[in-house]
Every structure is written in C-alpha cells, then in structure tokens.
C-alpha cells in the first residue's frame, strides 16, 4: 500500500511569488493535515481538510491557503512568499484514527 | 484548552542506558495518544499509539509507552538507547472537534541525542 506522497521534494521560489505544494493521501484516508516546520523545530499546524471542506485552520495569514480534492489529495498554496515562509511543510493522512506523514516539501525562498 | 505538552525541549542519553522521552495532556474524556520520531530531513515516522486496554504499550524499534491516567501522561521509552536513536520524537492526542470529527493535536517536540 503506497503512503502519502508529497510533490514536490524540493522547491526553490523567488520572494513574491507563489508556491503550490501537493499531497497525496494513503487511500481510504478522507482527512488532510498541513503542517509547518521551520528550521527543525516544533510542528505549526496550517490547515486541516476532511470530505473535501476545510474543518481547521491555524494562526496563518491568508496567503496561507489551501483544497481537498474529490479523490482527496490536497494542494497548498502560499501566495507572495517571504523570506520566513523558507521550512518544511509536511502533510499528514488520517482515517481519522491514527496519522501517517509524508516525507515532505522542502520549500526555500530567495 | 486541550493540548500536550512536551517538557523537554532535548533529552541526553548515554548508550546503553534506558531512555524516557515524556508527554503530558490535557484532553476531556478517553484520548488517543501517539508517539511519532522524524529523522533529519525527514517526515514524521508513527512509532506507537493507545486507545484503550494494556496501559503499556509497544512500538516499533524497540520503543513502548506508558498511559498513566492519574497523571494525564504518556511517556515514551525505551530499555537501551541506540545512538541511531538520536531524532526529534513528537507526542500527539487526538481530540473530538465539531461536527462529529476529530483533530491531531502535536507537542512541541523533544530532540533525543543518544550519546557513545
């Protein structure tokens, strides 16, 4: 059984432009999780989807957003990048029971 | 507010001697509590959970975690350290949320350096 994918691995943008980073859930999982973490610390919790709506979402300024699609594979977008949004952004799969990571988008900005 | 708390920000262990990586929540009625490691550059790797039953758990790797109720913890641990043990463990709670769902809540981490 495949895990949950993120695409891409790396990714290298220009301050004030746009980053779109992608999920893939383990099949059977409804429910998306996005998560920040920058310089190796702690996890920030962004977004949380389930059944394509979004159910939460953490203290992040609107260019911070995001979709569920109907196979539930989950884009996030962060519009006008700073210098500060340079971390690894993980997305996390649930069947609501227990969650499982993905390896991650390391996302640089110059 | 329900949430977890890790109090260690780094745990340092020699080799060989056992290790405890501590967890305490705050959450209204049963939780479900995780333990979850990332290695560098990496995602989070789940390592072990509870929902109910043996208040001892096991894990992958040689890890086990123990829910002590009284004292609202979930302390992750292990017998002998390994230094490939060295990683950023994560404890994580699972609590309900409106409309019937239910939210992963993480802790703030705790760094483990495994020493030779």
């Known amino acids: 059984e495949a895990g949950v994918t993120q695409s891409p691995t790396h990714l290298i943008k220009t301050r004030g432009q746009q980053a779109t980073l992608r999920c893939s859930p383990i099949s059977g999982h409804t429910s998306v999780y996005w998560y920040q973490q920058a310089l190796g610390l702690g996890l920030q919790f962004l977004l949380w989807?389930?059944?394509?709506?979004?159910?939460n979402r953490g203290n992040f300024p609107p260019r911070f957003s995001g979709r569920q699609f109907p196979n539930y594979s989950s884009e996030l977008n962060v519009n006008a990048l700073e210098l500060e949004d340079s971390a690894l952004y993980l997305c996390?799969?649930?069947?609501?029971?227990?969650?499982?990571f993905g390896q991650g988008t390391r996302l640089t900005v110059v | 507010a329900q949430s977890v708390a890790q109090p260690e920000d780094q745990v340092n262990v020699a080799e060989g001697n056992p290790l405890t990586v501590k967890c305490t929540y705050s959450v209204s009625g049963n939780p479900y509590l995780f333990w979850y490691v990332q290695y560098p550059n990496r995602g989070l790797q789940f390592l072990l959970k509870?929902?109910?039953?043996?208040?001892l758990v096991k894990g992958s790797y040689g890890f086990e975690a123990e829910f002590n109720k009284s004292q609202t913890s979930f302390h992750l641990k292990k017998p002998s350290a390994l230094v490939s043990d060295s990683a950023l463990y994560f404890c994580a709670v699972r609590v309900p949320f409106s409309g019937g769902y239910n939210k992963l809540i993480f802790g703030a981490g705790t760094r483990l350096a495994v020493h030779p």
């Open positions: 996390a799969s649930s069947n609501r029971a227990e969650a499982f």
């Open positions: 989807y389930d059944e394509g709506e979004e159910r």
């Open positions: 509870y929902i109910t039953g043996d208040n």
